[in-house]
């Protein structure tokens, strides 16, 4: 669903659910290709309005969780939202649930995409475990910052367009990521240069909704 839609949508649905605009804490969204580091920071201003009118994006400070990745194939024709999530309050506290934002192979540090991404332009079977490898790294860094592992996860995705079999198993399934299962998405990080992406989540209720 076009993002304009997509968050008009959103906002039905959190009301017809009884909660406030703010609960929504998390969403996927899918691009025609990828952005050059221009394009990214101008798509992110038109994303942020909305959160900042619904009062979630304050003090140039976004908490929501957030993937926008590129189908290689069957593209939309423009931003969509794949999925969403919100909060509910849940007494029996079976146990934590979380959204982690997705993340490419590219630091946190300032700079160009092009001067952060772990060996950048190179997709051979050793680069490629070397960018999951500092994926992988960061997803867990975020998990641990909200006291959750791998064993408190109900899903775990990946988007990259190459072979990701010669380190499946050493840098995903060994480590936990896999445990409830891996989807793979034949799909491209937002960004021109990254070429792999995860996010996980661990959450205790999923609903499809008819679009």
């Given at each position: ?5 997509g968050f008009?949508a959103i906002?039905q649905?959190?009301t017809?659910a009884d909660?406030?605009?703010t ?6 969204l899918?691009?025609p290709?990828?952005?050059t580091?221009?394009g990214?920071?101008?798509?992110n201003?038109?994303?942020?309005g ?5 009062g979630?994006f304050?003090?140039e400070?976004?908490?929501v ?6 189908p290689e ?7 969509c939202?794949?999925?969403?999530s919100?909060?509910?309050?849940d007494?029996?506290a ?6 982690i934002?997705?993340s ?9 995409y092009?001067e952060?991404?772990?060996r950048?332009?190179e ?8 960018k999951?490898?500092?994926v992988?790294s960061a997803m867990e860094?975020?998990?641990s910052?909200l006291?959750?592992?791998w ?10 367009v190459h072979d990701?079999?010669?380190?499946l198993?050493d840098e ?5 990521a896999?445990d409830?299962?891996l989807t793979w998405?034949?799909a491209?990080p ?14 205790d ?6 679009p």
């Amino acid at each position: 669903m076009p993002i304009a839609q997509g968050f008009d949508a959103i906002a039905q649905h959190l009301t017809a659910a009884d909660r406030p605009l703010t609960a929504f804490c998390a969403c996927e969204l899918r691009s025609p290709s990828p952005f050059t580091d221009q394009g990214f920071i101008d798509f992110n201003r038109i994303y942020v309005g909305t959160l900042e009118a619904w009062g979630i994006f304050k003090t140039e400070e976004n908490p929501v969780a957030r993937s926008n990745v590129c189908p290689e194939l069957r593209k939309p024709d423009e931003p969509c939202f794949y999925a969403f999530s919100y909060t509910v309050p849940d007494e029996r506290a079976a146990r934590p649930s979380f959204v982690i934002a997705g993340s490419g192979e590219a630091t946190e540090a300032p700079g160009a995409y092009a001067e952060r991404i772990v060996r950048y332009g190179e997709t051979t079977e050793s680069a490629m475990a070397d960018k999951a490898r500092h994926v992988l790294s960061a997803m867990e860094t975020r998990m641990s910052a909200l006291g959750v592992g791998w064993s408190d996860t109900t899903a775990s995705q990946a988007y990259c367009v190459h072979d990701i079999h010669p380190f499946l198993a050493d840098e995903i399934v060994q480590r936990g990521a896999a445990d409830n299962g891996l989807t793979w998405y034949f799909a491209r990080p937002p960004v021109i240069g990254l070429e792999f992406e995860m996010d996980v989540r661990g959450v205790d209720t999923e609903l499809y909704l008819d679009p």
